[in-house]
C-alpha cells in the first residue's frame, strides 16, 4: 500500500518516498506563542498529526518536529499590554496550545524547538548567507537579497514583482530592493535581544525555521508542512534562505500545505471579528467533535465551520458510539483491533479522510447489523482499530454520552440515585413518582433510555447558545 501526498512544489501528488527509509523527517510549523490559537490553527497540528502516524505504520523511525516561535512582535505587544514578562506570555500560550492539542487528540511531536533555544544556530546561518553573497548587513539589519537566489518564488508558482505587489514589504532605506527581507533586526533595551555580530538584535520570522528544521533533522528535509497561508512569503523565504545556507541543498523535498478555514464561506480573521478561539470551544465541545469537523473535509480544501456542520459532526459520532454502547457485551482485546485496508488505503491516497469517513460508516453499518458471534466480534474490532488510526471513538461510549461540557454541574452519582428511585417507584406502581423523576431528569438535559437491557441515559445535546 503506497502513500501518496500532494506535492504544493510540484502540484501533483506523488508516492512517498523518503531519503533514508530509516529515519524519515517531518517539519510542521507550529504556532506564535502570544494568545490562545484560533480553531484554523489547529487543522495542520491535526492533519499532520495524522500523517504521522500513517508514517510511523510504514517506516521504523519519524523524527517529527513541530515547532513554538516564542520571540516575535506580537508576543512583545501582548507582553506589554498585559503589563507582564515577556516570557510567562510565552510559557502561558505555550502550554495551553500543548493542553489544547491534547484534548483534540493530537499526538506530541518527538521535537518541539523553541525559537529562543536556538540563537547561535540562527545567527550561524545569517553569518553564512552573509559569507555566500546572499545576505548583507546594514544598519544593524541582516536581509536575504531575493535577486541572488534564481528559484524565488518557484513554491508559490508566483514571479518576484508580483510577490512584492501581494506582500507588505517594508520599503526601508538600508534595503538593495524592497522584496529583500530580515533575517536579522536590532532591538531596542526594552525588547528581548541577543548579542551578535550586528549588535544587539532579534531574528526574523523566517530564519527561525530555517535554522531549526537544519538543527534536529539535517539540511534536506523529507516533508514540510503548514498552513496554505505560510506558503508566501514564510516557506518561499525559507526555501531561500536554507538552499543557499546549505551549498545548494533541497531544503525539503515534499510540501504539504493545508486549506484554510472559514466563517459563512469567509476567511477568520481578527479584523472580520469572525474568528473561533479552540481553547473557548474545547469548553463546550468534547475534543473529539472538533477534531472529526477539522478532517472531515479534504486537508487541501477550504473548510467552512458553523454551528450547523459542529451539530452534524456531533451526531455522526453520537451514530457511531451508539454502536459501541449497543455492542458492549462482545469483548475485543486491544491487540485484537485491526484496521482495514480500505480504510488505510483511503488515508494513504493524500490524507482522504473524506474517503476514510465513508468507510467507516460503512464499518459502523456492519458492527450494528452483524448478529453471529464471528461477525459481531470481526465488526467492532474493525470499528475500534479504525477509529484509532484516525483518533476517534477513543471514549467509553457511556461517558460520551454522559458528558456535559465544562463547566456544567450535572453530577453522575445524582443521576444514578434518581435512577434508583424511578426503579424502586416503578417496583412499587407510584408511576407519578417515576413521572415526577423523568421531568426533573429532562429539566437538566438528562433523557432516560428505558430497554430490556436495562435503563441508560445521556445529555441532551442543545446549541450552545441556548444554554
Not at 57 to 77: P, Q
Not at 141 to 162: C, I, M, N, P, Q
Not at 183 to 208: M, N, T, V
Amino acid at each position: 500500500m503506497k502513500l501518496r501526498l500532494h506535492n504544493s512544489l510540484t502540484r501533483q501528488v506523488e508516492d512517498f518516498v523518503p531519503q533514508d527509509p530509516s529515519r524519515v523527517t517531518m517539519y510542521v510549523c507550529g504556532p506564535t506563542v502570544y494568545n490562545y490559537v484560533h480553531i484554523g490553527n489547529a487543522r495542520p497540528a491535526v492533519v499532520f498529526g495524522l500523517l504521522a502516524r500513517l508514517l510511523r505504520r510504514r517506516y521504523s523511525k519519524l523524527v517529527y518536529a513541530r515547532n513554538i516561535t516564542d520571540v516575535d512582535d506580537k508576543i512583545n505587544a501582548a507582553a506589554r499590554q498585559a503589563g507582564t514578562p515577556i516570557k510567562a506570555i510565552t510559557e502561558r500560550f505555550a502550554q495551553a496550545y500543548h493542553d489544547d492539542m491534547a484534548r483534540l487528540g493530537v499526538d506530541p511531536p518527538d521535537i518541539v524547538p523553541h525559537a529562543t533555544a536556538h540563537m547561535p544556530e540562527i545567527i550561524r546561518m545569517c553569518q553564512a548567507l552573509i559569507a555566500s553573497g546572499h545576505a548583507y548587513a546594514a544598519e544593524g539589519h541582516v536581509l536575504f537579497e531575493v535577486a541572488r537566489f534564481a528559484d524565488y518564488g518557484k513554491l508559490s508558482g508566483r514571479s518576484t514583482d508580483d510577490m512584492i505587489a501581494g506582500a507588505r514589504v517594508e520599503v526601508a532605506p538600508y534595503k538593495k530592493s524592497p522584496g529583500d527581507f530580515v533575517l536579522w533586526k536590532p532591538s531596542s533595551d526594552d525588547l528581548p535581544g541577543w548579542d551578535s555580530p550586528w549588535g544587539r538584535g532579534r531574528p526574523g520570522w523566517h530564519i527561525e525555521c530555517s535554522a531549526m528544521a537544519a538543527a534536529h533533522l539535517g539540511e534536506t528535509i523529507d516533508i514540510h508542512a503548514g498552513g496554505n497561508d505560510l506558503m508566501f512569503p514564510h516557506h518561499e523565504n525559507e526555501v531561500a534562505q536554507s538552499t543557499c545556507a546549505h551549498e545548494g541543498k533541497v531544503f525539503a523535498r515534499y510540501w504539504l500545505h493545508n486549506g484554510m478555514l472559514t466563517f459563512g464561506g469567509r476567511k477568520m480573521s481578527k479584523s472580520l471579528g469572525n474568528v473561533m478561539i479552540l481553547h473557548e470551544l474545547l469548553e463546550t465541545y468534547p475534543g473529539e467533535v472538533l477534531r472529526f469537523l477539522l478532517l472531515r473535509a479534504h486537508y487541501r480544501q477550504p473548510l467552512d465551520w458553523s454551528e450547523s456542520t459542529l451539530s452534524q459532526a456531533r451526531s455522526t459520532l453520537d451514530g457511531w458510539y451508539g454502536v459501541l454502547r449497543d455492542r458492549a457485551d462482545v469483548h475485543v482485546e486491544h491487540d485484537q483491533w485491526t484496521v482495514p485496508e480500505d480504510f488505510e488505503s483511503a488515508l494513504c491516497d493524500d490524507i482522504n479522510t473524506p474517503a476514510a469517513f465513508a468507510v467507516l460508516a460503512r464499518l459502523a453499518d456492519e458492527a450494528r447489523q452483524a448478529t453471529s458471534t464471528e461477525e459481531r466480534h470481526r465488526s467492532k474490532a474493525a470499528l475500534l482499530g479504525a477509529g484509532q488510526l484516525i483518533g476517534l471513538l477513543q471514549e467509553d461510549p457511556e461517558h460520551w454520552f454522559q458528558q456535559t461540557g465544562a463547566g456544567a454541574d450535572i453530577d453522575p452519582d445524582w443521576v444514578r440515585g434518581l435512577l434508583d428511585e424511578r426503579v424502586a417507584a416503578r417496583a412499587a406502581r407510584d408511576f407519578a413518582r417515576a413521572d415526577r423523576i423523568r421531568e426533573e431528569l429532562a429539566a437538566r438535559d438528562v433523557i432516560i433510555e428505558d430497554s430490556t437491557e436495562g435503563t441508560r441515559w445521556k445529555i441532551a445535546k442543545r446549541d450552545p447558545a441556548t444554554r
